[in-house]
């Protein structure tokens, strides 16, 4: 026997039968449902206080709730249910919405704060300075521990009905 018998390795063809589409891969449909969602909940809620559409907010960062957050629990819940809790693919999964969501509410919160900040110096400007035409920065590109946490639920919601609509038929 070869080393990729013994190590139970599917080969090209055992994969491509057993994959049938992406669009039946149930962590990933969770991952792009959750992400769906979520910011699907700031172009709505943008339209609610502004009382005007920006489609910007469909893929724009920051906000409530964390879009990143929801798509990464998504796919760590859907894929501890679909393959166990015990494995790599796990691992691989939460350590990987670990550092998503510790980025989040780190780099990206204080890089959005330094924006606001460079924003009022260029708004204090004299019009003759020759940056005082500059674009001004996105100030809005990480997120609170609270949006985090609400996008954290999301991903799970999201993913616990998809697992209780479609039952243990879903596909890995």
């Known amino acids: 026997m070869g080393l990729k018998q013994d190590l139970m390795m599917p080969t090209v063809t055992e994969t491509a039968t057993t994959s049938d589409s992406v669009f039946t891969n149930y962590p990933l449909m969770c991952a792009f449902l959750a992400f769906a969602i979520a910011q699907s909940i700031k172009f709505l809620t943008y339209w609610y206080k502004e009382k005007r559409?920006?489609?910007?907010?469909?893929?724009?960062?920051?906000?409530?709730?964390?879009?990143?957050?929801?798509?990464?629990?998504?796919?760590?819940?859907?894929?501890?249910?679909?393959?166990?809790?015990?494995?790599?693919?796990?691992?691989?999964?939460?350590?990987?919405?670990?550092?998503v969501m510790y980025d989040a509410t780190g780099v990206r919160l204080h890089a959005g704060r330094q924006a606001e900040v460079l924003n009022q110096i260029l708004y204090e400007l004299p019009a003759e300075h020759p940056l005082a035409e500059s674009t001004p920065l996105r100030e809005l590109l990480g997120h609170t521990p609270t949006q985090v946490a609400a996008g954290a639920i999301l991903g799970l919601v999201t993913a616990l009905v998809i697992r209780l609509m479609c039952g243990s038929s879903v596909q890995a």
């Open 53 to 99: 559409w920006d489609v910007k907010q469909l893929i724009g960062s920051g906000g409530m709730p964390s879009s990143h957050s929801a798509t990464v629990i998504a796919l760590v819940v859907a894929v501890g249910l679909a393959e166990g809790f015990g494995g790599s693919q796990f691992a691989i999964a939460l350590v990987m919405a670990c550092v």
